[in-house]
């Protein structure tokens, strides 16, 4: 972890269906702390679905939205941030992050994630002639980026309720050491 950094706020990064927005949820209950999706965020922002900015302005255009929020992000205090799973892998958004947040990354095997978004329509990543192979790919792709994260949390098997209270207390342990 990086010394001399301003742990206000919690991020959640990792990949599509690890639990980043269900786990956050929780985690910012538990803390006292507000909860902001970067997905949702920018869809209320918009108007327009992920899917939709996929399709007709590509992926880079959702990069661009991404990295516009996350400088925004950083004038804020006690929120949990859960991340969409491209946008660690711009590493000025990782950093930044990092810069006004602890970053936990919440991971998952290629199966528990297929079996968790399997039915989800909205996820424009996963249309794709063989989903389970892409989703392997991309998380081999963005694995150096969240393993750079904080603390790393395997999903696979923990209950959300589970997860948030391991997220609780690496916040608090993380906090209290800056005391």
């Known amino acids: ?8 706020n919690l991020a959640l990064i990792g990949f599509m ?17 507000e909860f902001l999706d970067t997905d949702e ?6 108007g ?9 302005d590509g992926e880079p255009a959702f990069r661009a939205l991404e990295k516009q929020l996350v400088g925004e992000l950083a004038t804020r205090e006690k929120t949990v941030f859960a991340t969409g799973g491209g946008l ?3 590493e000025e958004n990782l950093n ?7 970053v936990i990354c919440l991971w998952a095997s290629p199966e528990k994630i297929w079996e968790r978004v399997r039915h989800q329509s909205h996820r ?8 389970q192979k892409k989703i392997r790919e991309l998380l081999a792709a963005r694995a150096p980026f969240y ?26 342990l993380a906090t209290k050491k800056k005391r």
């Open 147 to 172: 393993k750079q994260a904080d603390v790393l949390i395997n999903t696979d098997l923990r209950s959300v309720r589970e997860a948030a209270q391991q997220i609780a207390l690496q916040f608090k």
């Open 96 to 102: 930044a992050l990092k810069s006004f947040a602890l």
């Open 17 to 33: 269906g690890t639990g980043k927005t269900s786990v956050g949820r929780l985690v910012a209950d538990n803390l006292g702390f």
């Open 124 to 131: 424009p990543l996963l249309h794709a002639a063989d989903p």
């Open 1 to 8: 972890m990086q010394t001399g950094r301003q742990l206000a």
């Open 48 to 56: 327009r679905s992920i899917a939709d900015i996929f399709a007709k």
């Open 41 to 46: 965020l920018i869809q209320a922002r918009t």
């Open 88 to 90: 660690p892998t711009n």
